[in-house]
Each structure stands twice: as C-alpha cells, then as structure tokens.
C-alpha cells in the first residue's frame, strides 16, 4: 500500500489537499489510461456484470474516469443513474442516455459538475440500483472512504440503510489511493470494494 501524508492523525481536510494535489500532476494520458483499466476490471466484478441498473457519476477533472464504464454498462443494456447536486447537498437522480445525455453545471463557486440533462427520478431512485459507484479520495484497509467533505454521498448511503436498499458499494481510485488509514467520524460506512487500475480489493461489511 503507498501512503501520502505522515502516519499519524492527519484530519480530513489536510489529507484532501494531499491527495488532490497529487491527482492534479496527472496528465491526460495518465487519466485515460486508468479510466480503459478502471472499466475492465470493474466490468469484470460479479456484481457488476450482473447489474440491471447501476448509480454512478460523471468523472471531473483528474477524477479516476468513468465515462468508458458508463458507457460499455450501457452498452450492455444496463439502467445508469445519475446524480444531479440539489441545493441542500442530497441527490436527485437521472438516467444517462450517452455524453449528449449529460450537462455542465456549476453549483456557486465549487466545481463544475456533469449531471443528468432529462427527467429526474428523485432522490429515492438510488435504492433501485443493484451497484452504487462513490466517488472518493481514498480507502483505508478497513473499507472507509474520504470523499470530497459535502456529505452528498454519506445521505445516500443512509438513504439506502432506511430502505433496506443493499447494493454492491464500489469506489474507484487510483492505486496510490489505498492507504493504510483515514480518519473516521461515527456515520462513516465501509464500501465493500476499490477498483483501481491494477486490481480489485474487497472488504468485509457489517
């Protein structure tokens, strides 16, 4: 496992900074390169291969990518969600159709975001997904993932405990990505596996 920052208690927001500036050296060949790797070993996970609809995200920037999944999942015949940023920082949701399916939106001052162009399904459409793709920044060998600090995903994932919903949770990352440790807080849930562009690693939740 490669580690970035000293192995002590570094808080998340420090650990943010770290890992995106890492990211931001990648050049475009070096994302294109891992989003093809990124695709083929996720399509070749069960649950994945075995999904009737998947909630994923349009990657950004230097973001390991997720078009050519989304793209050979559809291609399979597979439903892709969508999410789409709403103003208290929960998700909608919309079905992705293809790159014309897709709009540039920028939420105030953050980062531009790719999201759903046509019908939105509600919040609630998560739970119909078999596979639920997370962004992040990293996992630890516990399974936990830092993502990004906006709390989008932590109230989709309690969304998700309310329905009794159990979907496969996947974050893709880049090998450096997987570290020893994050900090935790007590609404933090494991992800049951990492992608990244050298292999799979599963995890064992609750």
């Not at 970035?4 to 900074?17: C, E, N, S, V, Y």
């Not at 990657?59 to 439903?79: C, F, K, N, Q, Y």
């Not at 001052?109 to 998560?126: K, N, T, Y």
């Amino acid at each position: 496992m490669s580690h970035i920052g000293p192995i002590g208690q570094p808080d998340k927001r420090t650990l943010r900074r770290e890992f995106l500036a890492v990211r931001n050296r990648l050049t475009a060949d070096d994302v294109r390169e891992a989003a093809d790797s990124l695709a083929a070993r996720a399509l070749a996970m069960p649950e994945v291969a075995q999904a009737h609809a998947v909630a994923a995200y349009v990657s950004v920037g230097a973001e390991p990518g997720t078009l050519t999944l989304l793209d050979a999942l559809r291609a399979r015949g597979v439903r892709v969600l969508l999410p789409a940023l709403l103003p208290d920082n929960d998700l909608d949701w919309g079905e992705y159709a293809g790159e014309d399916s897709v709009a540039v939106v920028r939420h105030g001052g953050r980062m531009a975001l790719s999201e759903p162009a046509g019908r939105r399904l509600g919040p609630d459409a998560v739970t119909e997904a078999d596979v639920v793709l997370l962004p992040g920044l990293a996992v630890d060998g516990r399974g936990l993932r830092l993502g990004r600090g906006g709390g989008s995903y932590d109230r989709v994932l309690a969304r998700l405990d309310r329905a009794g919903a159990r979907p496969a949770l996947l974050v893709l990352l880049y090998d450096s990505e997987v570290v020893g440790h994050v900090p935790v807080e007590p609404h933090d849930r494991p992800v049951d596996a990492v992608v990244t562009p050298s292999g799979v690693r599963r995890f064992t939740r609750a």
